[in-house]
């Protein structure tokens, strides 16, 4: 490990708390010290969350590393990284605070650990502004099989702003690498599915109703391709809060996967967030890539640490995949090229660093 520091500004590009997640995660497996400030500088509140204390506490503890400067509000983090570890992990956001966001810090950090690890986490399930956990478990885990890792796990309880609450277990067995992907036809629809949740005070008949009227607009979109979404409320002993919503997936011929989803305010207008559901989906389907647009920033790490050439078709490139490649490119030899095609559809490729772990147990799922 050099003792320099890195200096990463958390105010480039998205300007939020990815840049820091991305340069925790690619810090601790390479062992690389990084200095990170102006930390969510482009956020109404800046400096730290609780969220983001507990995903970098569980960075320290994972890889037995330092951390200076991790307090409520801090704008700037120093990080020294040590071995990654295995074993059991747990955090608390003690908020809303996105379960989907710590895993995006931890799981990188346990793929290459020499033993497996158990996560622990407590916050919030499904969430504005993160990915909802059924789209962590759905979409994120099948594109992160393509690059020959997994990970299982349960969904004890489920978490909604603003209390939180939720609890999520996870078990991830470490990989000797990540193998590149090559994701560049779409192909065609061949089944869509999903479901319409309520919990708290809201009443099943609404999640039965916006289930319906899902179905009945994705159905008269691809004739004779079998629709599957149902309405469900959750038990009182495994939901904390009210909370409502719909969470939707569509799978291709060529084995791609899409999401759409939408969460119900505190009134609950079962009409609305059904067509916003709807329409996140099938604007996922018909940008033409075999990615949709929320995985599209997650999948540059798992491109920058795999071992040989990764290509990815996907729709216009996000401002949070921007950001990640910035940051992947300024904490490893990794390099990205984007190219625009004729269809308006982006190729990003990357010849990943071949990241290996030091020691680790073979793959067991």
């Not at 608390?92 to 996560?119: H, R």
């Not at 899902?214 to 495994?238: A, D, L, M, R």
């Amino acid at each position: 490990m050099s003792g320099k520091e890195v200096d990463i500004d958390g105010s480039v590009l998205e300007g939020g708390g990815q840049i820091l997640r991305l340069a925790v995660s690619l810090s601790a497996i390479q062992q690389i010290p990084i200095r990170v400030n102006n930390i969510r500088a482009g956020r109404d509140k800046p400096g730290l969350r609780p969220q983001h204390l507990k995903g970098l506490e569980v960075a320290r503890d994972i890889c037995g590393g330092k951390l200076w400067g991790c307090s409520l509000q801090s704008t700037e983090i120093v990080f020294h990284p040590g071995h990654l570890l295995g074993g059991e992990f747990s955090a608390d956001t003690q908020t809303a605070g996105s379960v989907s966001l710590l895993i995006q810090v931890i799981l990188p950090c346990a793929l290459f650990s020499p033993s497996p690890v158990q996560l622990i986490l407590r916050g919030g399930t499904n969430a504005d502004m993160a990915p909802q956990i059924d789209y962590t478990v759905t979409v994120f885990k099948g594109v992160l099989e393509k690059f020959g890792a997994t990970f299982d796990g349960s969904i004890d309880k489920r978490g909604y702003f603003p209390r939180g609450g939720g609890l999520v277990r996870m078990n991830i067995n470490p990989v000797s690498h990540l193998q590149p992907v090559n994701l560049v036809d779409a192909g065609h629809v061949t089944r869509v599915w999903g479901r319409a949740f309520v919990a708290g005070s809201f009443n099943i008949q609404d999640a039965n109703k916006m289930a319906q009227l899902c179905q009945n607009q994705i159905q008269s979109t691809f004739e004779g391709i079998p629709v599957v979404i149902s309405g469900y409320k959750e038990h009182p002993q495994q939901a904390v809060g009210n909370g409502s919503g719909i969470n939707l997936f569509a799978e291709t011929s060529t084995g791609c996967i899409y999401g759409g989803s939408a969460l119900g305010k505190r009134h609950l207008n079962t009409q609305e967030v059904s067509a916003q559901a709807v329409s996140d989906l099938l604007g996922a389907i018909k940008c033409g890539g075999c990615v949709d647009s929320y995985i599209q920033d997650q999948m540059i790490i798992l491109m920058a640490l795999a071992d040989g050439m990764s290509r990815i078709k996907c729709g216009p490139l996000t401002l949070h995949t921007k950001t990640a490649i910035y940051i992947a490119e300024k904490l490893s030899k990794a390099r990205f090229h984007v190219e625009e095609c004729p269809d308006g559809t982006n190729l990003i490729s990357c010849e990943g660093i071949g990241m290996k772990a030091v020691s680790c147990s073979p793959m067991d799922f």
